[in-house]
């Protein structure tokens, strides 16, 4: 007996043992893709873990459908790194596989119906629908169950499909489908008889109409200038004239086509061959970094904004890439891919991949193929966390860029990893260096670098020794007072504006949120609505001219009157980057402003759109959300504006400090990138606050410490690695005595701080109430022990059967 251990793409711990042949069992390598079937009548793409000849004790192993590979498709060392995810963010493999592997790799089964051609049927004994069915199946050999649905105009068709099973007329069988296909161009070329220069004669006398004449000279000057294939776009283009006239051509035997292989993402931009030069800052960074790296695997690059890090990592790519080693760069927001893209590909040409979800799914396919087999055109791979899961075979660099940003932590579905984390162990396996960079480093690498774990390079000026921008703090308090204000907007932020438009220069404005106004609310009676799933108020969008509940979608026209009290004295309070953009267009109505947040980034090339036109200087004012603070440059931005500091501040979380210093002062960094001196205006309440004064004096070193400190007396990473668990439940009570239940359990078996259960700020999404328990783990105890117990006891919670309902998100090194 043979049997193959393999990882279905469903939420499961746990791996499966399939049955296979000798032959099969032969051929069947780890990393390849087989189609098993499992539960009742579904068919899933598995993963093969591992061959063996050990039969499962609790079932009978079924048999396994079709191998779908001849060579594997996922490496060992990217499923071993697999393991490791799914064991230290406690989450199911199945969850691993099914976040790493594009779509198009893992086929999903649709049901199809087809005929049995030897049976005899009588028509008189069908009835109206089952005939439709019998009748559209002569036609065509199978067709999905959707198809029959559609036919029939009925949504429930299964009963009608049972009696024609019953009757033995059809038979239903399970197919896989593979979605991948590669993109195929169509190419002509002369047909053979005509290659001659005799033939080129004779071509000119058969053809009667002057458009195929065309076409013909156009091919002939296109093969002239170029020597290579012609595709059948670029002829329509030169020649002017349509497609079907080369059709015609092709059916009267003058040209013949044929199809080649495209990748989908291509590179066709000119190769700079200018040597990049840096600058004496840069060259020390980059020698201590390499000297780091001959010590250590970790090494973080702290340069303050506009230091020049892309420089000494492109440098550092240079290195690797004579030695033929692969590159990851990973980055934690898709805005910034598009515009890093460029650059690389500047120096490295076709070299650079590129992975994130705003590509389709052919396209990440694509890439995965090409990092599995070491292609030139995937020795670099530029991308958003997924691209950790690619099937690298010699990784020998991982460049995490910007590594604070929260982005990188997965929040929802799991695998909830942090992908600065995962990287680190991922180089350790392929025996690779990783180099963290980043102008304002999260408080735990930087003690890491600090306790001599990582190594540490320090960039402390700017390139080309651009002064840092100057701060300036608005009290909005005072202001008000004086009546200074216009809208949202002080007479100093107005001033600064108009001066750097007079410039010709250009500004950013941050306000991190979107939407018009978070808040409507009834002059009367003060109700604001809510939203019908969860417990927030619903934001108002103005050009939408609806609420809408940015936690489950939900939305409702603007009301005219009050749903309370029917009173139509309605304000809104509050303000979001919507209404921003408005007050810029009455204040500075020559000015051509835009936005930037998730509304306006819908597309695949929603960033590119925006960020080019910035660029171009087609645009004067950008207003936008967080996606503005993360490493984009732009040379001709002189005026930065930070709406409200204050919000950002008052968030319930023990971050708040640390990411509003490491928020503002990246806003902050977008400012006088080249020769000129750039200015931060910064709009806040509280203008002596211990954060905001060490942004104004560009102070890591003073919020590092002071956050420090804070963090030993409240028990918090670094001295401590928090578990979240997160209770989800329709009944409010059910919930409410599960989550105690559990609380008490885990603070009577580990001796360790467990806070909870607490109700969250906002305790109620998709009509499920929520309950988190934090538990502190200190760095001296063993996590993986701590993790097997805490484990053993939400076992034990499963199996109470009043809470078996409950749903339990565990979220580890909680962010």
Same mark, same amino acid.
């Given at each position: ?16 043992? &399939? ?16 189609? *098993? ?8 793409? +598995? ?88 009748? +559209? ?128 993402? @291509? ?24 000297? !780091?790296?001959?010590? =250590? ?6 340069? *303050? ?29 898709? +805005? ?16 650079? +991949?590129?992975?994130?979800?705003? &590509? ?22 530029? %991308? ?11 990784? %020998? ?19 909830? &990893? ?58 909005? =308090? ?25 410039? %010709? ?20 009676? %003060? ?27 939900? !939305? ?162 670094? &001295? ?26 885990? @603070? ?14 906002? @305790? ?11 538990? =502190? ?10 993790? =097997? ?27």
């Amino acid at each position: 007996m043979f049997f193959i251990e393999v990882i279905l793409p469903l939420s499961l711990a746990k791996t499966f043992t &399939y049955r296979v042949s000798e032959a099969e069992f032969h051929f069947i390598k780890k990393g390849m893709r087989v189609a *098993v079937p499992f539960g009742k009548n579904k068919i899933y793409t +598995a993963l093969v873990l591992d061959i063996h000849e050990n039969a499962p004790t609790l079932y009978d192993a079924k048999e396994i459908h079709q191998i779908l590979d001849e060579k594997p498709i996922a490496t060992e060392t990217q499923i071993k790194h697999w393991l490791w995810v799914a064991n230290y963010y406690m989450c199911g493999i199945g969850d691993v596989y099914r976040g790493a592997f594009p779509t198009g790799l893992l086929l999903e089964s649709e049901t199809i119906v087809s005929h049995k051609p030897e049976v005899i049927v009588n028509d008189s004994e069908l009835s109206d629908d089952e005939f439709l069915i019998y009748e +559209a199946l002569q036609h065509q050999s199978s067709l999905k169950v959707q198809e029959i649905a559609s036919i029939l105009n009925r949504k429930n068709i299964l009963p009608i499909l049972q009696k024609l099973i019953a009757r033995d007329i059809i038979v239903l069988e399970e197919e896989i489908k593979e979605t991948y296909k590669p993109k195929l161009v169509r190419y002509v070329k002369l047909h053979a008889q005509y290659e001659t220069d005799r033939g080129l004669q004779e071509l000119l006398e058969v053809l009667k109409r002057d458009k195929q004449k065309e076409i013909v000279l156009a091919y002939f000057q296109i093969s002239a200038s170029e020597k290579k294939p012609i595709t059948e776009k670029k002829l329509v283009e030169v020649s002017g004239c349509t497609s079907a006239v080369i059709k015609t051509l092709v059916k009267n035997e003058i040209f013949e086509e044929y199809y080649l292989q495209h990748d989908r993402v @291509s590179f066709n931009g000119e190769k700079s061959e200018k040597e990049l030069q840096l600058s004496e800052a840069q060259q020390n960074a980059f020698t201590a970094i390499k000297e !780091s790296f001959s010590e =250590k695997e970790v090494c973080l690059l702290h340069g *303050v904004t506009s230091s020049g890090k892309t420089e000494i990592y492109i440098k550092l790519i240079e290195e690797y890439l004579q030695t033929g080693r692969q590159v990851l760069y990973l980055l934690p927001e898709i +805005a910034l891919t598009t515009q890093l893209v460029s650059r690389l590909r500047l120096h490295f040409g076709d070299k650079v +991949a590129v992975f994130h979800s705003k &590509y389709s799914n052919n396209e990440r396919v694509e890439v995965w193929k090409q990092t599995l087999e070491n292609s030139e055109k995937a020795q670099i791979v530029i %991308g958003a966390r997924s691209a950790l899961f690619l099937p690298f075979n010699d990784l %020998g660099l991982l460049i995490v860029d910007e590594e604070h940003e929260q982005t990188f932590k997965q929040t929802d579905p799991a695998p909830r &990893y942090h992908a600065r984390d995962a990287a680190i162990v991922l180089a350790n396996f392929h025996d690779a260096k990783v180099l963290l960079g980043s102008a304002t480093p999260s408080i735990e690498t930087y003690f890491n670098a600090q306790n001599e774990k990582y190594g540490l390079v320090t960039l402390a000026e700017r390139y080309k020794n651009v002064r840092m921008p100057e701060v300036v703090l608005v009290d909005l =308090k005072d202001k008000h007072f004086r009546k200074r204000m216009t809208g949202h907007f002080s007479d100093l932020l107005v001033e600064e504006i108009a001066e750097a438009l007079s410039l %010709g220069e250009q500004v950013i404005l941050f306000q991190n949120r979107r939407g018009y106004s978070p808040i409507i609310e009834c002059l009367t009676c %003060g109700h604001v609505p809510h939203c019908q799933q969860c417990d927030v108020s619903l934001t108002y969008h103005k050009h939408k001219n609806q609420l809408r509940c940015h936690y489950c979608g939900y !939305s409702i026209a603007k009301p005219t009157n009050c749903h309370s009290c029917s009173s139509i004295d309605l304000t809104t309070k509050g303000f979001g980057t919507e209404q921003i953009e408005q007050e810029l267009i009455s204040l500075f109505p020559k000015a051509k402003t835009a936005r930037m947040d998730q509304d306006t980034t819908r597309g695949k090339y929603g960033f590119e759109k925006i960020i080019d036109t910035f660029k171009n200087r087609e645009i004067d004012i950008l207003v936008g959300t967080q996606m503005l603070a993360k490493g984009l440059d732009f040379d001709n931005v002189s005026l930065v504006g930070i709406m409200n500091a204050d919000n950002m501040l008052h968030h319930p979380d023990f971050r708040a400090f640390e990411r509003s210093f490491q928020m503002m002062t990246q806003v902050a960094g977008r400012a006088g990138r080249s020769e000129k001196q750039g200015k931060v205006v910064i709009q806040t309440y509280n203008p002596n606050h211990n954060t905001i004064q060490q942004v104004t004096n560009h102070n890591y070193m003073g919020m590092y410490k002071e956050q420090l400190y804070d963090r030993q007396i409240y028990k918090y990473p670094p &001295y401590f690695r928090i578990i979240k668990l997160t209770l989800k439940h329709k009944d409010f009570d059910k919930l409410k005595e599960g989550s105690m239940w559990l609380y008490q359990v885990l @603070s009577q078996n580990l001796g360790m701080p467990v806070l909870g259960p607490e109700e969250p700020a906002i @305790s109620r999404i998709r009509n499920e109430y929520i309950r988190t328990i934090l538990i =502190k783990i200190p760095q001296n105890l063993h996590l993986g022990n701590t993790k =097997k117990t805490i484990q053993k006891m939400l076992n034990s919670f499963e199996a109470v059967a009043q809470y078996r309902a409950i749903k339990v998100v565990i979220n580890v090194d909680f962010y």
